[in-house]
């Protein structure tokens, strides 16, 4: 506990900011939306200066908005610098060749375009100027050219073409559309045809964009980058800028229920069709890399078709025989990002680590791995020469930048942000804990006490259940679930990394598929139990459990299956009927996987967990959420819990955001979503 004290006090120290201990408060969901929030780092090629986004909330606007900051590396005390003011967000920032401009994303010209702001003084000028929104996009190595992409209408000859087509249904006053193959809907947008498309175009002497760009990936059935959240970490150039390699999964008949991505190389400035890089693997196959060098490419891959949360293997395969191997495969966790050490003899990766998101240094020669950080979470990072810098969080502070020698060394801290907003907030103490869980395992949890927690007294429970069900509640920062809202309400909180959880190895990731209501209902018993045995300041008797996702599934199966457990119930986005959710829900590898099969050709084992047949035992009081615009988990879910509650009679109440989708992010509903939720906690446990 002490050490998760003393990272922030050392924040606190650092600015100034302290307050007196009769003048603290707890941190509160204002707060929280308000907070300035700190992007993924670019570092200039040089290694001197470090480009990153800031986001501050307009609440009056109810949207975020993103400007570029600047941090001198040289510096003995870092000092931000803002480099972008407008009133269009600017997002996305990558250093010119040369290091003396910074290229980004704008919309202040009226649409999405790429922007120059030389970095010794000057205005910014645009790069592109094209028909259609520039989505994300990539600058050559040498400078001499750039890499975009758009959603384009892939049989269309030029932009203007696909621009034109999406006026004319407005035009033609219809709104029908014909479907015949899946994806209809993706996470929360209707296809209407188009696809991402990679393009590129050179770069002239002012480093602009005066010539079409060329289609590089048109040819292929497929998104690049991937669709929802593909950005473009999945396209990369080659040192020398001559060759581009990317991935895409090659949509057809089966894309919803297909994970086979593949590499694939193209000549940057067109003229060739891409080639397959990775036939070989059936399975996901995403964010290649070339080393310094240019002869080898670095990937991750995964080694099951249709599996989504399979271990994402470090691969290295030679650029010109094609030959592959396997990159410290000893090691059982699954990295999120790579990125090449300027030598070529290191691999920098991401990855999640026993309750913690970690960075981490491989050798590319023998595998031998390396942790460059230890508490906390990494939300970003870049290498460039001898120095990485990155992003990271933890449960008591917003995500800030640090750098550090590759070699090692202490990290120094660059940002300082919400320091000074936050400086009378006291966050909860948090600590770590482990427990004997399903099978005898040991599975890992969280407590965070209340702000003004005091010795001797008890306190109210928020039992938080992650979603994913692949994924882990640990040690980070999050905007949507965070635990010190609930601390600063009053609230103790507990969160269980059950079975199924990431960063414990592979085997305990994949627990899960196939038993979401058995072992994970066990170790959320369990760990709760072991919590309270341990810490005195949790009063069982007043307890809630929360959850979304498969966390809103938990919160259905608890209804039924461990009623007398909480005295209410917060269920956001959950699977009420597994049926339903096999035939309605958008990415049908991943319910195929989670039950061996599509429920036509295994009903009994979509049915063995599915809440919907434990409706008779449910009596806990519940809250349900849900976004209209959530395609993962379609509202008939969430009108299914609430409608068997309602006739049951039931305490309950329905929330529903129609312009939200699996997650609440617009700012004025993020606050009434947790004064909805913590209105229904106090309700019942704080009456």
Same mark, same amino acid.
């Given at each position: 506990? !002490? ?169 033609? !006053? ?75 999964? #090659? ?72 030959a592959k191997r396997k990159l410290a495969q000893d090691w059982d966790r699954s990295p999120g990002s790579i990125a090449w050490s300027a030598d070529g003899k290191t691999i920098v990766a991401d990855a999640e680590d026993v309750g913690n998101h970690r ?65 009378? @907030? ?34 109210? #429970? ?22 010190? @809202? ?202």
């Open positions: 506990m !002490k050490l998760r004290l003393l990272m922030l006090g050392t924040a606190l120290v650092a600015s100034g900011a302290i307050a007196r201990a009769d003048t603290l408060r707890g941190f509160t969901v204002e707060d929280m939306v308000s907070m300035e929030r700190v992007g993924s780092p670019a570092v200039s090629p040089d290694a001197t200066r470090v480009v990153y986004t800031v986001r501050d909330t307009d609440l009056a606007k109810n949207r975020g908005h993103t400007e570029l900051w600047m941090v001198d590396l040289r510096a003995a005390k870092p000092v931000p610098q803002r480099l972008t003011s407008n009133a269009a967000s600017s997002s996305d920032p990558e250093w010119s060749a040369s290091g003396d401009a910074v290229y980004f994303l704008s919309s202040r010209s009226g649409s999405s375009q790429v922007w120059r702001l030389p970095i010794n003084g000057g205005e910014a000028t645009r790069v592109t100027d094209l028909a259609l929104d520039v989505d994300n996009f990539r600058v050559a190595p040498n400078g001499e050219r750039i890499a975009l992409s758009m959603a384009v209408f892939r049989d269309c000859p030029d932009l203007a073409c696909t621009k034109t087509r999406l006026e004319k249904p407005a035009q033609d !006053k219809t709104s029908g559309k014909v479907y015949d193959r899946l994806f209809v809907r993706h996470w929360d947008t209707w296809s209407d045809g188009r696809n991402a498309v990679l393009f590129s175009a050179p770069l002239d002497s002012n480093g602009r964009v005066s010539t079409a760009p060329v289609s590089l990936s048109g040819s292929l059935d497929g998104d690049v980058p991937s669709k929802p959240f593909g950005d473009r970490e999945e396209y990369r150039f080659s040192p020398d800028g001559k060759t581009i390699v990317f991935s895409v999964r #090659i949509a057809g008949k089966t894309e919803a229920w297909s994970t086979n991505f593949d590499l694939f190389s193209v000549p940057a400035a067109g003229g060739a069709a891409p080639r397959n890089l990775t036939p070989d693997n059936p399975a996901w196959d995403a964010k290649a890399s070339y080393s310094p060098d240019g002869r080898t490419i670095a990937y991750l891959a995964m080694a099951r078709p249709g599996f989504e949360a399979d271990r994402y293997q470090i691969m290295l395969m030679d650029v010109a025989s094609g960075l981490f240094a491989i050798d590319a020669a023998n595998g031998k791995v390396r942790a460059l950080t230890d508490q906390g979470a990494i939300g970003g990072f870049d290498v460039r020469r001898d120095t990485v810098v990155y992003a990271l969080s933890n449960l008591q502070s917003g995500a800030q930048l640090f750098s550090q020698k590759l070699a090692g060394g202490k990290p120094v801290q660059l940002t300082q942000q919400n320091v000074d907003k936050l400086k009378d @907030v006291k966050f909860g103490e948090f600590e770590q804990f482990s427990f004997a869980g399903a099978n005898g395992d040991t599975v890992h949890g969280y407590v965070m006490k209340p702000w003004n927690a005091t010795p001797g007294a008890k306190y109210p #429970i928020a039992f938080l259940v992650h979603g994913g069900p692949q994924g882990s509640f640990g040690n980070g920062w999050s905007y949507r679930w965070n635990p010190q @809202v609930y601390a600063g309400a009053g609230y103790a909180t507990v969160f269980i990394d059950f079975h199924g959880s990431t960063g414990y190895g592979q085997k305990f990731t994949d627990s899960i598929s196939g038993d979401w209501g058995g072992k994970p209902l066990e170790d959320l018993q369990k760990g709760l139990a072991a919590a309270v045995a341990k810490y005195s300041w949790l009063d069982r008797e007043r307890s809630c459990a929360l959850g979304a996702s498969y966390g809103g599934y938990m919160m259905n199966w608890i209804e039924g299956n461990w009623p007398d457990g909480f005295k209410c119930i917060v269920n956001h986005d959950g699977v009420f009927d597994t049926r339903g959710m096999a035939y309605s829900s958008e990415e049908q590898w991943f319910t195929d996987w989670e039950s061996g099969g599509p429920y036509y050709a295994v009903p009994e084992n979509h049915e063995r967990f599915n809440p919907v047949n434990f409706v008779t035992k449910w009596k806990t009081p519940m809250l349900v959420v849900q976004g209209d615009l959530d395609f993962r988990i379609p509202t008939a879910q969430a009108l299914g819990t609430f409608t068997a509650l309602q006739r049951r009679g039931i305490e309950s109440k329905l929330l529903v955001f129609p312009d939200e989708n699996h997650w609440v992010l617009k700012p004025g509903n993020s606050l009434l979503w947790h004064h909805t939720v913590l209105g229904w906690l106090n309700q019942h446990l704080k009456p």
